[in-house]
């Protein structure tokens, strides 16, 4: 059985390649589970998706403890703990990552016994549109060896039939593009063994005894503890004002922000909180007079950012 994995960030497009690369496994005659995982809270945050294929019908459920894939379409959740790249890696696991930066770097990086493989990103990638995904599910389809091209190519039309038939070309040719240049590692992807059960032994019953209210309330009920929060991480656009052109109407983008993440300066100036911003962009959207504009992440980091309120 193939067992793969795939990390991004919401808005990346990672639950539509495990379903890309779900229906091209199943075109081949395999057996396939699909399934995304992921909070109420979508564009920027962690999620991950996992595909299982089989010749035989599929008995297992869940998280995929140990991967013979790993796939990460935003290189930045590898260092996150709390997102699981590196969970239940074994030596025969293949991660792949995209990124600029080589193999070999990431190998050194990480440490990992098994083989390393990078995706480096696109130039509409790095403007922010989403092929990511269906670039990652192209690379894992000839990474296992038992997906033809023919087979990818109905995937991703069936899978994103719904979009506009420009979006649908150019995550296409996307695809196809990486499918023919990781042509010399197909088939490198091979199907782990069988989860080894162990007889473990029956858990032992423990009593906890009822903690008094004045020592357990606080800790479920204590209020402004979300400040702690920092879900300005989950970025991948960040919003950022143009002073020059800011009307000084405050009061639009501060209502409609859904985490209370803008307020208003002295002279009326919208200030944005990057700690808990999340990126969902509505501010850019409401704002009448166009003064708010959505930059990449990384650019913003890189200093084109600065001067945002």
């Known amino acids: 059985m193939y067992r793969i994995r795939l990390h991004g960030r919401g808005g990346q497009g990672i639950k539509t ?26 564009r920027g945050a962690p999620i991950f998706a996992t595909v299982r294929a089989a010749r035989e019908p599929i008995h297992e459920r869940g998280v995929i403890a140990r991967p013979d894939l790993v796939l990460v379409g935003d290189a930045t959740l590898v260092p996150v703990a709390a997102a699981g790249v590196l969970l239940g890696m074994a030596e ?34 790095r403007g922010g549109l989403a092929t ?16 033809r091209r023919g ?20 995550n296409l040719e996307r695809a196809l593009d990486v499918f023919e240049r990781f042509a010399a590692l197909e088939g490198s992807v091979r199907e782990g063994p069988e989860p080894q059960i162990l007889a473990l032994p029956d858990p032992e019953w423990i009593d906890l005894p009822h903690e008094p209210a004045r020592t357990s309330a606080p800790d479920i009920f204590g209020g402004l503890t979300s400040v702690e929060v920092r879900t300005g991480l989950w970025r991948t656009l960040r919003p950022v004002v143009d002073r020059e052109h800011c009307h000084r109407c405050h009061w639009v983008c501060t209502t ?39 930059v990449p992440e990384q650019e913003a980091e890189r200093g084109a950012g600065e001067g945002a309120g």
Do not use: M, N
Not at 99 to 117: H, I, N, T, Y
């Open 151 to 170: 087979s990818l190519e109905s995937a991703v039309r069936a899978e994103l039939a719904d979009l506009e038939p420009v979006v649908v070309e150019r």
């Open 132 to 147: 990511v995904g269906t670039a990652c599910a192209a690379a894992a389809a000839r990474l296992v060896g038992v997906i």
């Open 256 to 294: 409609f922000c859904p985490d209370g993440a803008i307020r208003a300066a002295p002279d009326g100036t919208p200030e944005i909180d990057y700690d808990h911003c999340k990126g969902c962009l509505v501010c850019v959207a409401v704002c009448p007079a166009h003064a708010i504009r959505a």
């Open 17 to 42: 390649a495990s379903r890309i690369l779900g229906s091209a496994f199943f075109s081949e005659g395999f057996e396939v589970q699909d399934a995304p995982r992921y909070g109420a809270e979508r």
């Open 92 to 125: 025969h696991s293949v991660l792949l990552v995209a990124s600029d930066d080589p193999p070999e770097v990431w190998k050194q990086r990480l440490r990992l016994a098994g083989p390393v493989r990078t995706l480096p990103a696109s130039d509409a990638e």
